[in-house]
């Protein structure tokens, strides 16, 4: 005897079989997360202020972040060619040239914190002071080891101002043969100066954060030219259709706000403050 089936034993098998291909595709058609690019410098990477900030920005707008650490120069040159939606970053002339040239919307000031000279405690060249223009005329009269990034940084940028400064007919730092570019981030700066004695000009945030000093240590600060001021800045959707508009603002507007302000001067290490909100002043 042949069994054929029923229309109701047909029905339950074809709603059946609708609920696991439902179920099967059911991951397919969940959202995902919205995210956007960050293209940052190193130091606000390495000093952990992205670490620290990051989570409260998820918990906020729900959107995730990918930071591209890099020297203040190659994060602009990622905005320039569309593969950054945000940049966050601190050469201000630099900034302000990206403004003037429609790569980006606008530059709104975050934060601050200031460069420090590190050196050898036994302090060879006699450096110490507030004056790091001076500092830097005795390091070249020494010809003491010194480090530079190297990296068309934002604090690369600062140090060849102080170094034209301190001499201006020069047309380089690199003649004395104690200078050493290492065309590396802050962290791995630092590191070649612990373990050759050298000097370095880094920021405070990475100084702070930093393990291995050896026996580095702070011997220029305070003098105001060594001030650093740290810009966010939407990529202009003019020049590159594809940047996340509203993502991105989002971004620019939370590390602006209160909210985001009051993260930033949250983060401290032993105790230390790193970073300096100054968007709302």
């Not at 291909?21 to 919205?34: D, E, K, M, R």
């Not at 602009?76 to 900034?95: S, Y």
């Not at 000031?109 to 060879?124: K, R």
Request: proline share 5%; charged share 20%; glycine share 8%.
């Amino acid at each position: 005897m042949r069994f054929f089936p029923s229309k109701l034993t047909l029905a339950s098998v074809f709603i059946a079989s609708t609920a696991i291909n439902s179920v099967a595709i059911l991951p397919v058609l969940a959202q995902t997360t919205p995210s956007i690019v960050v293209a940052s410098t190193t130091s606000t990477e390495q000093s952990g202020l992205f670490a620290h900030m990051l989570p409260e920005f998820k918990k906020a707008m729900g959107i995730d972040v990918k930071v591209v650490a890099l020297g203040t120069g190659q994060a602009l040159d990622m905005g320039r060619r569309g593969d950054a939606d945000v940049l966050f970053v601190h050469d201000q002339v630099a900034e302000e040239k990206m403004v003037a040239d429609g790569f980006v919307v606008k530059r709104f000031p975050v934060m601050y914190n200031d460069f420090v000279l590190i050196g050898p405690a036994a302090d060879p060249a006699k450096a110490k002071g507030n004056d790091i223009v001076e500092a830097l005329k005795k390091l070249a009269a020494t010809n003491a080891a010194f480090v530079s990034r190297g990296d068309k940084s934002g604090t690369h940028a600062a140090e060849l101002r102080f170094w034209k400064m301190a001499d201006p007919t020069a047309a380089t730092p690199t003649t004395g043969s104690g200078y050493k570019s290492c065309g590396c981030g802050m962290g791995p700066a630092l590191n070649m100066a612990s373990s050759t004695g050298a000097y370095v000009l880094a920021d405070r945030g990475t100084w702070l954060s930093f393990k291995n000093r050896g026996d580095l240590k702070v011997l220029v600060e305070g003098d105001k030219r060594l001030f650093n001021q740290y810009g966010v800045m939407l990529v202009n959707p003019a020049k590159h259709p594809q940047t996340k508009v509203a993502e991105g603002q989002k971004f620019v507007d939370w590390v602006v706000s209160p909210a985001g302000q009051a993260n930033i001067a949250s983060y401290k290490i032993g105790g230390e403050q790193l970073f300096f909100p100054n968007a709302l002043k």
